[in-house]
Every structure is written in C-alpha cells, then in structure tokens.
C-alpha cells in the first residue's frame, strides 16, 4: 500500500495493489454498496492510514472515491469539515459509483490456452477484439462475451487491468483484420 498527500492533512491518496488485497483477502468484485465487506475494506485501510502517517478520519466527515489502478485501486480520501465527529455506528451506508466498462478483459495464463481457444473462436467474436502481449502474458479485449472463452483464461475483475492500462503499457498484437488474419492461419494449421 502506498499513501500520497495530496494536500496536506486534507486529503490524501492510497495505491491499493492487487498484493495487499490479496494479503487482506479481499475481492474487489464482492465490494459492493453496503456491503460488509466494503466497509470492513475501508476501515481497514484507514486504521493502516492513521497507524502510518496520522490522517484520522475520526473527527470528522470524509469522503471516499476509488478508481482503478495498475491491478489494483487507487483511494482519494477527502476530509470535509464538520461540527461534530463521526462515529462508526453514525454510518448508514456508503454509495460508491461503478464505472461502467464497456469491454471484457482476459487475460490468458499460456500462449497454449490462446492457440487452443482460437481453434474454436466464432468469425463475430473475433472480429470485436484486440490482443495485447504484456509482461508474457496475452490478454484479449473483447466487445462482446463468449461462453467458451472462461474454459481458456481468467476474467479479470472491473478493476483489475483495464483496456485503458493495456493500450498504455502492452503491446498491441493484432486486432480487426490482422487479428482475423491470425485466427484463420491458427485454424488451418491442421
């Protein structure tokens, strides 16, 4: 976990990464509005705050908003000021935005799990995706979902690595035609 002031003792910024969720056993996907766990989640990450650099959340109101980031999720925890503190028990609930994304990212654990699912991948399926190469790993961006691709990879979580972190930091392998191309040559090889 990394923890970024960003202005003073007002608000700051923490880097969760997909290890410390993992350390803290904790699915992002399970983290929905009012759920126990969200907010066992983020008391727990406010107590590891206060131990390590003394922002309280205690005496007074804050506001909390997540994105993703690289694996895991970045946290902006604002402190609004108000009269009197907050207390555990004063919270009712807690209403977190979710993006919406618009596509489905894979990732594929071996290039042997990619050559086998595109043995069987349909024409319309693969027309609608981009495939990435990132840190040994492929992973596959797709517009529209496909059963049997689950049997070939992992669908990561909303939060996990995301196309916008893909187009940034992996390489394109191919996509439309090229991608067709590709698929096509795979299943002609027997």
Excluded: C
Aim: proline share 4%.
């Amino acid at each position: 976990m990394r923890i970024e002031k960003v202005e003073g003792n007002r608000k700051i910024r923490v880097l969760v990464t997909q290890d410390d969720l993992l350390e803290m056993n904790i699915n992002i996907s399970t983290l929905t509005p009012d759920s126990p766990e969200l907010h066992s989640f983020l008391f727990r990450v406010m107590e590891y705050v206060k131990r390590e650099t003394g922002f309280s959340a205690k005496n007074g109101q804050v506001m909390v908003e997540a994105s993703p980031h690289e694996g895991g999720v970045a946290l902006t925890v604002t402190k609004i000021a108000t009269k009197k503190p907050i207390r555990k028990s004063d919270i009712k609930s807690i209403k977190v935005k979710k993006k919406i994304y618009p596509h489905r990212v894979y990732r594929f654990p071996s290039f042997d799990s990619l050559y086998r699912y595109f043995k069987i991948i349909d024409d319309a399926t693969a027309a609608g995706m981009r495939l990435y190469l990132y840190r040994d790993m492929y992973f596959a961006v797709a517009a529209t979902g496909d059963w049997r691709i689950n049997e070939f990879t992992d669908r990561l979580p909303q939060t996990g690595i995301g196309e916008r972190f893909l187009t940034e930091h992996a390489k394109l392998v191919a996509d439309g035609k090229k991608l067709m191309n590709m698929i096509d040559g795979i299943k002609n090889l027997d």
